[in-house]
């Protein structure tokens, strides 16, 4: 694992819920959308944070499955943002070396958004900086459930000993599969749960919980988590 200038190991794969940007909003007398635009520029703001400290990947919980239940106009304004970030942002990421991946039902996303998504991973595929990740349309329990359907299909056609499956092989069949082990999930806002993001991937990652609503979130926020990783005697269950 690699270290910082002060000597505290770096984590390899950071996932961020970015949680607080209706409450950002609601705090400033602001429509909710505009904490969603304030929280894009917290998303540009990190990636080259992370990138310059070290990570190697960054996965970023863009759009949650349950996120359909809210309202169709926020909903509508959320996608108008992710089309917007993606014709305004790849040209940008390209020229930091930024690698994109998808995780989570991405392709069930408007036809023009998929084609978007597409593009930007094809142009960016060969990059060899820091690899974002964008969950979309992601729920942990639904990746779970597809890899669990993956691995029955396998050992029903024979492809693949029951008595094989461990679990290197479920991790084979997750989203995450190309990506580093995680090692911290950040959380903003103060909320203290994972909201059905990256369940089985967090068995061993560190956990933190900070109050800084996600729009306010910036390179010193990320530092100081980053310190605090790095502060932590990781153990994995051995004492």
Known sequence: MPTGGDGLA???????????????????????????????????????????LGVEALTLYAFS??????????IADLMGLLRFYLRR????????????????????????????????????????GLTLVLALNYGAQDEILRAIRTIAADARDGTLDPDAIDADAFDARLDTAPLPPLDLVIRTSGEQRLSNFLLWQSAYAELLFVETLWPDFDRAALEQAIA???RRERRYGGR
Do not use: C, Q, Y
Not at 39 to 44: S, W
Not at 65 to 74: F, G, I, V, Y
């Open 65 to 74: 499955s349950e996120n359909w239940r809210r309202p169709e106009t926020e």
């Open 228 to 230: 605090t990783f790095g």
């Open 10 to 52: 770096v984590p390899r794969h950071v996932a961020i819920i970015m949680d607080g940007n209706g409450r950002w909003a609601k705090k400033r007398l602001l429509p909710r959308v505009a904490g969603h635009r304030a929280g894009m520029e917290a998303v540009r703001r990190t990636i080259k944070a992370a990138s310059e």
């Open 89 to 128: 942002e790849v040209a940008d990421l390209d020229r930091n070396d930024v690698r994109l991946e998808l995780i989570g039902d991405w392709r069930a996303l408007d036809p023009d958004i998929v084609g978007d998504l597409e593009a930007a991973r094809t142009r960016l595929a060969d990059n060899r």
